[in-house]
């Protein structure tokens, strides 16, 4: 039986494009000053994370990563972005925040180098039984039997959230500017007297 030729190349390419999108919009995300770009960026991550899922044997994780998230979540802030006010305020990083984002960096490297020497030197148990062949088939009837309720519950979750982005959305649409102060009204010229229509005219 013939192999596909460089097969190992291309699976070794697309994982290091899943690798490169879930990093990639993972800054993009967090780095950004602009709430559009911010979810962008978590669409990216989200599709590098789906692609991660797929190669760790897991096809019905990576479709509910893209339609949860990406077909659900990210969609929902976008609408409540195209909905809320235009002019959003500009932001400067201070001093106090490049601090706090190298304080955040080096725990996440922390974070992340301990998860990573444990998951490949850690000593893992033998695997248990597994309760079902891990299937489509098996997780959908485990989901309307076994899980029913916590399928149900994820449902109104993302109800909640689609509503909430729209309440906020219409708050910031019709809420009345108080504070702002408001110009002053331009002064209001008398008219002129009309010229007097003389009698021989």
């Not at 969609?75 to 235009?86: C, G, N, R």
């Amino acid at each position: 039986m013939s192999t596909m030729p460089f097969a190992p190349y291309i699976v070794a390419s697309v994982f290091a494009l899943a690798v490169g999108a879930t990093l990639g919009g993972a800054l993009i995300a967090v780095l950004t000053m602009r709430l559009i770009r911010a979810v962008c960026g978590l669409m990216i991550c989200c599709l590098g994370l789906a692609g991660l899922y797929y190669f760790l044997n897991s096809p019905f994780l990576a479709l509910m990563e893209i339609l949860i998230y990406v077909g659900a979540v990210c969609v929902t802030i976008v609408f409540a972005v195209m909905l809320a006010e235009p002019d959003e305020p500009k932001q400067t990083a201070g001093a106090r925040g490049w601090l706090w984002s190298g304080l955040m960096l080096g725990v996440s490297v922390v974070i992340g180098a301990s998860l990573a020497r444990l998951s490949l030197q850690g000593p893992w148990p033998t695997p248990a039984a597994r309760l079902n062949d891990g299937s489509v088939a098996a997780i959908g009837r485990s989901l309307l039997t076994t899980y029913s309720l916590a399928f149900e519950l994820i449902s109104l979750l993302l109800l909640l959230a689609i509503l909430g982005a729209l309440v906020i959305a219409r708050t910031g649409r019709t809420a009345v500017k108080t504070d702002a102060p408001q110009p002053p009204a331009p002064p209001v010229r008398p008219a002129p007297d009309p010229e007097p229509v003389l009698a021989g005219k």
